[in-house]
């Protein structure tokens, strides 16, 4: 039985890793940006896996020419870690250029991540844009835009889970400076918004167009 698994497994990832490969050969031009939605940071020694399946993927798609820039999105919202900037100092550590990184730090929930995202890409006039998220948050994301009525111009470039193990899971050791995404005077955001209010906001309710546009660098995290 044991034999057998391993078999089934070898095969599960030699077919993700062939379907992933496919995939990406459709895109015939490079995006201009993707987008990277946050996650919440506890620093305990190990890359969180949901971290690996996102940044390795977007790393992929930088590596292989498929975009230009990579928007990484998130504040500090679950603990004290700016979730953007410790995007963007993995990405830094796994060899990226940082003025190709961009750091979006105010959003908050799943589809601000997003909509805080296109307003950076529309300001650097971007034209295609896509999202890059695990296959499940990126369905969440595209199910609540459409339940909701909001109009999401990207296009969603989900991990493949398979494809991102058998070609990155234990390549990096990967070690940041996580203090320079550490945010003094920390609130929690179950202090700030009722459950009311969270709700809302996952949904994309609370967001507006914002009168100032807001972003940095990767490379400003080095100064």
């Not at 078999?7 to 995939?23: E, I, Q, T, W």
């Not at 996650?39 to 790393?59: H, S």
């Not at 870690?81 to 990184?101: F, R, T």
Request: proline share 4%; hydrophobic share 40%.
């Amino acid at each position: 039985m044991n034999k057998f698994k391993f078999l089934l497994l070898g095969l599960l990832l030699v077919f993700g890793n062939s379907y992933a490969g496919d995939r990406l050969e459709k895109i015939n031009e490079p995006y201009d940006a993707i987008i990277v939605p946050g996650y919440p940071f506890r620093p305990n020694g190990k890359m969180n896996p949901i971290y690996k399946v996102r940044l390795y993927w977007a790393y992929h798609l930088y590596k292989e020419g498929k975009t230009k820039k990579i928007i990484v999105s998130g504040s500090a919202v679950h603990t004290p870690y700016v979730e953007s900037k410790v995007y963007a100092l993995y990405l830094i550590e796994l060899g990226i250029d940082p003025d190709d990184i961009i750091i979006e730090d105010r959003a908050e929930h799943s589809l601000e991540n997003v909509f805080y995202s296109m307003e950076i890409a529309k300001q650097h006039g971007f034209e295609k844009v896509a999202v890059v998220s695990d296959k499940a948050h990126s369905f969440m994301i595209k199910y609540l835009a459409k339940k909701f009525d909001h109009e999401i111009a990207a296009d969603f470039i989900p991990a493949r889970w398979r494809f991102v193990i058998l070609n990155y899971w234990n390549k990096f050791d990967l070690d940041i400076d996580t203090d320079k995404a550490y945010q003094p005077g920390f609130v929690h955001i179950s202090m700030k918004k009722t459950e009311t209010q969270r709700g809302l906001g996952t949904s994309g309710h609370l967001w507006s167009p914002s009168k100032e546009v807001c972003w940095s660098y990767g490379s400003d995290l080095l100064n």
